[in-house]
């Protein structure tokens, strides 16, 4: 059974810094792609960044791009996502997802259960 706990949410000011993780099993994490999204209220959930661990290529919603970092460590089969200069436009649920693709397409297979991200201006 596929399972991917997020943890590292929080509350934090504008222009702060917060690391989120993800923990997966259930499957080999080599092969799959590894990927965060976010839903803020009343929004549809978007496309954060996606890490390729074919090639180890990284993609970037355009409005992270230079403040998102995301990276991927195998050897505990976990996902980063680190994000600085946080703004409130931030705020949402960030989701960890397994993928079946990341690159010219993002194609998510199985979502955790989401962390809070929560920026006070």
């Known amino acids: 059974e596929v399972q991917l706990v997020e943890s590292g949410g929080g509350l934090v000011q504008a222009g702060g810094s917060l690391r989120l993780s993800c923990a997966a099993s259930?499957?080999?994490?080599?092969?799959?792609?590894m990927g965060w999204f976010r839903q803020a209220p009343g929004k549809p959930r978007e496309g954060v960044s996606c890490i390729n661990h074919g090639d180890g290529s990284t993609y970037y919603a355009n409005s992270m791009k230079g403040r998102f970092t995301i990276s991927s460590e195998n050897a505990k089969n976990t996902v980063y996502l680190q994000m600085n200069s946080l703004e409130p436009e931030d705020t949402a649920v960030y989701y960890c997802?397994?993928?079946?693709?990341?690159?010219?397409?993002?194609?998510?297979?199985?979502w955790g259960q989401g962390t809070q991200v929560t920026v006070s201006s």
């Open positions: 997802a397994a993928m079946i693709s990341c690159g010219s397409s993002w194609s998510p297979r199985s």
């Open positions: 259930g499957f080999t994490f080599d092969d799959y792609d």
